[in-house]
């Protein structure tokens, strides 16, 4: 299967209309199943609001299989650490790709934040 983990750049970008937002949601949809940690939706609707876009993100969520790791993630976090010092978010995010992994190698992380995604890359994330 196809699939890519999504971080929320890619999301906010496409609801705020950011340029080159109608290439990544082709880009997007090149995968058959999209995942993310339902922090992504918190992160969505925050910038939304806070940049006042009107509308309801809801059809972009709809997209997205929520990932709910059934663990802590500390050796996640620590291999991702060894790596890059990301921020919170950020780290959550790659956590739970690192997660979802296990299940699937060939899993994709898609993100429009340069040091994750260089961090991704770095972890054996392909490229997307």
């Not at 609707?45 to 500390?74: C, D, F, H, M, Q």
């Amino acid at each position: 299967m196809k699939a890519a983990y999504v971080d929320s750049s890619c999301l906010v970008a496409i609801a705020s209309g950011e340029p080159g937002f109608r290439g990544l949601m082709v880009r997007l949809g090149r995968y058959e199943r999209l995942f993310s940690s339902n922090l992504l939706e918190a992160e969505v609707r925050s910038v939304l609001e806070r940049k006042r876009i009107a509308g309801n993100p809801g059809s972009l969520l709809a997209w997205i299989n929520w990932v709910y790791p059934s663990r802590r993630l500390t050796a996640e976090f620590r291999q991702i650490l060894e790596v890059a010092p990301l921020r919170g978010a950020d780290l959550w995010h790659l956590a739970c790709g690192l997660f979802l992994r296990q299940k699937d190698q060939d899993l994709a992380f898609i993100t429009l934040d340069g040091n994750q995604g260089d961090a991704a890359r770095e972890l054996g994330f392909p490229a997307s």
